[in-house]
């Protein structure tokens, strides 16, 4: 009874996932934990990157792990959401020429700005969000 009752959790779990939110946020999630363990497998197999580079895939994860409760609409994800694309931005245009910059300066930035489409994205569904 109870191994049932987990599996009735998990199931609709699984499904507020994919029905709480617009089609395209689940679909956005899966796109940034694919893109997460991409960077993660880019990284593992070469030995020869500084240890500041290992920052590029834990960046990827923390916006992969912000977005998982957006698509449960919560705020709070939210705002974490925005506040890092904020700071990835500026960091991005503003910061200094130095390794870290080189390392994670670009995330979700190059070729195209896809965290700030993101971050448009969660702005316009923010009511929706709890």
């Not at 599996?7 to 956005?28: A, C, D, G």
């Not at 899966?30 to 993660?40: D, Q, R």
């Not at 925005?82 to 070729?111: C, N």
Request: proline share 6%.
């Amino acid at each position: 009874m109870e191994k049932e009752l987990e599996l009735s959790q998990e199931q609709n779990l699984l499904k507020r996932y994919f029905k709480q939110m617009p089609v395209f946020f689940p679909l956005i999630g899966l796109f940034l934990l694919v893109m997460a363990g991409i960077e993660f497998w880019n990284y593992a197999g070469d030995g020869g990157y500084l240890p500041v580079y290992w920052l590029r895939p834990i960046l990827f994860l923390v916006y992969a792990l912000l977005w998982i409760p957006i698509c449960f609409g919560k705020k709070w994800a939210a705002l974490g959401f925005l506040i890092l694309s904020i700071l990835g931005m500026a960091f991005f245009l503003f910061g200094p020429d130095i390794t870290l910059k080189h390392a994670i300066g670009d995330v979700y930035i190059m070729p195209i700005p896809a965290n700030i489409l993101f971050s448009f994205l969660i702005l316009f569904f923010y009511r929706k969000l709890k």
